[in-house]
């Protein structure tokens, strides 16, 4: 069997880079009112009431619950905007002739 040889050979040094640093401020809000695909993450604390409605509008319409809060939320707007403008309450009048008068607070 033939000799062999072996070099030792000095280990390379191993470059270690510093991990990256988090920010120390959080980035300004946008100062649009969004639209396109601009979407801001909130985080809200829900009742026990607010969070069945969500859970059972978000089965029965099989949206999502992001989907149902945007929803709601423009919902609202627009039903306080013709409150507003229509002396403080809402007219709704049903299939069947009844009325029902609809007042935000």
């Known amino acids: 069997m033939p000799d062999v040889e072996t070099q030792e050979r000095a280990a390379e ?31 809200v604390n829900l009742t026990p009431r607010a969070m069945a409605a969500l859970d059972h ?20 707007d627009l039903v306080q905007n013709l409150i507003d403008e229509n002396g403080g309450s809402l007219t709704i009048t049903r299939k069947d002739g009844s009325i029902n008068q609809l007042y935000l607070m």
């Open 13 to 43: 040094p191993t470059v270690v880079a510093e991990p990256p640093q988090p920010p120390t401020t959080r980035p300004d809000p946008p100062t649009d009112l969004g639209g396109g695909n601009q979407l801001t993450r909130v985080t």
């Open 57 to 76: 509008l978000s089965r029965s319409t099989n949206a999502t619950k992001t989907d149902l809060i945007n929803r709601g939320l423009q919902v609202l």
